[in-house]
T-cell receptor, first 113, second 111 residues
Framework: NAGVTQTPKFQVLKTGQSMTLQCAQDMNHEYMSWYRQDPGMGLRLIHYSVGAGITDQGEVPNGYNVSRSTTEDFPLRLLSAAPSQTSVYFC????????????FGPGTRLLVL | GQQLNQSPQSMFIQEGEDVSMNCTSSSIFNTWLWYKQDPGEGPVLLIALYKAGELTSNGRLTAQFGITRKDSFLNISASIPSDVGIYFCAGSGAGSYQLTFGKGTKLSVIP
């Protein structure tokens, strides 16, 4: 099992450019989430999904779109990048229920100029 | 919404010392998870707790699910340099689709 994989590892964008951060998991988990991590702010939830075809907003959704067409994949789209979106992005997958666990990917470091 | 207070924010300890950190929630949780994040990496799950009063170990790490279900504790015994990193707690309540995260405890170990 590869667990949770994310691509790319690093990305530099210019303001206004768009891009998609990829996330995939091979654990057949129902729940997947995207977080951003900024110094002093901890992990903040951007969007999450409780199953294929179902997504919802988290704490900081503005400027980001998601879709979940398969159980395995949960891409995050930046429609028009802004410097405020410079951050480290983590994807996570989770098994809900009585013995829930959540696993994170290695992260994507994004710099918006 | 739910809030998690994690303390201390940072700590500097001598190699060989024991370490304690804790998280307190504003509401009751059914699950507590503890993670460690190394610089430039994603958080790695260390310990999962599912029952009030539960005490679980993973090597030199021991975590406890508080009896009130509003707190959890992580202890590291005989710290070593590779324990350096940021430790996060996370929890969820009944029927919650989301985990709530603490802001982390940054641990530095002085050789």
């Amino acid at each position: 099992n590869a667990g949770v994989t994310q691509t790319p590892k690093f990305q530099v964008l210019k303001t206004g450019q768009s891009m998609t951060l990829q996330c995939a998991q091979d654990m057949n988990h129902e729940y997947m989430s995207w977080y951003r991590q900024d110094p002093g702010m901890g992990l903040r939830l951007i969007h999450y999904s409780v199953g294929a075809g179902i997504t919802d907003q988290g704490e900081v959704p503005n400027g980001y779109n998601v879709s979940r067409s398969t159980t395995e994949d949960f891409p995050l789209r930046l429609l028009s990048a802004a410097p405020s979106q410079t951050s480290v992005y983590f994807c996570a997958s989770r098994t809900p229920g009585a013995r829930e666990t959540q696993y994170f990917g290695p992260g994507t470091r994004l710099l918006v100029l | 919404g739910q809030q998690l207070n994690q303390s201390p924010q940072s700590m500097f300890i001598q190699e060989g010392e024991d370490v304690s950190m804790n998280c307190t929630s504003s509401s009751i949780f059914n699950t507590w998870l503890w993670y460690k994040q190394d610089p430039g990496e994603g958080p790695v799950l260390l310990i999962a707790l599912y029952k009030a009063g539960e005490l679980t170990s993973n090597g030199r790490l021991t975590a406890q699910f508080g009896i009130t279900r509003k707190d959890s504790f992580l202890n590291i015994s005989a710290s070593i340099p590779s324990d350096v990193g940021i430790y996060f707690c996370a929890g969820s309540g009944a029927g919650s689709y989301q985990l709530t995260f603490g802001k982390g405890t940054k641990l530095s170990v002085i050789p």
